[in-house]
């Protein structure tokens, strides 16, 4: 069973910097994009930033320049360092897994981690 585990969020001032990390279980990590979604209150969960596992990197266009995520495969943990943090980063941050197996598209979501930027 696949298990995606978060850590790293907490309170920070705004221009700081956290760095997230998520621990997958499990021998999917070789085979999986991982991602880190998040979602502020009263807003739809937005994707952050994609690794594959060929390590073509995605990011949305708000964190380009401040956040970079990367993955090491021989720990099955993927990263998002986060720099020059704002208020408006505020917002549960979620681990994704999204890989194919027997032509089936499964998806793994970790438990989430709060990210507070506020002075």
């Known amino acids: 069973q696949v298990q995606l585990v978060e850590s790293g969020g907490g309170l920070v001032q705004p221009g700081g910097s956290l760095r997230l990390s998520c621990a997958a279980s499990g021998s999917i990590f070789s085979i999986a994009s991982m991602d880190w979604y998040r979602q502020a209150p009263g807003k739809q969960r937005e994707l952050v930033a994609a690794m594959t596992s060929g390590g073509r990197k995605n990011y949305a266009d708000y964190v380009k320049g401040r956040f970079t995520i990367s993955r090491d495969n021989a720990k099955n943990t993927v990263y998002l360092q986060m720099n020059s943090l704002k208020p408006e980063d505020t917002a549960v941050y979620y681990c994704?897994?999204?890989?194919?197996?027997?032509?089936?598209?499964?998806?793994?979501w970790g438990q989430g981690t709060q990210v507070t930027v506020s002075s």
């Open positions: 994704h897994a999204d890989y194919t197996s027997n032509k089936v598209r499964i998806q793994h």
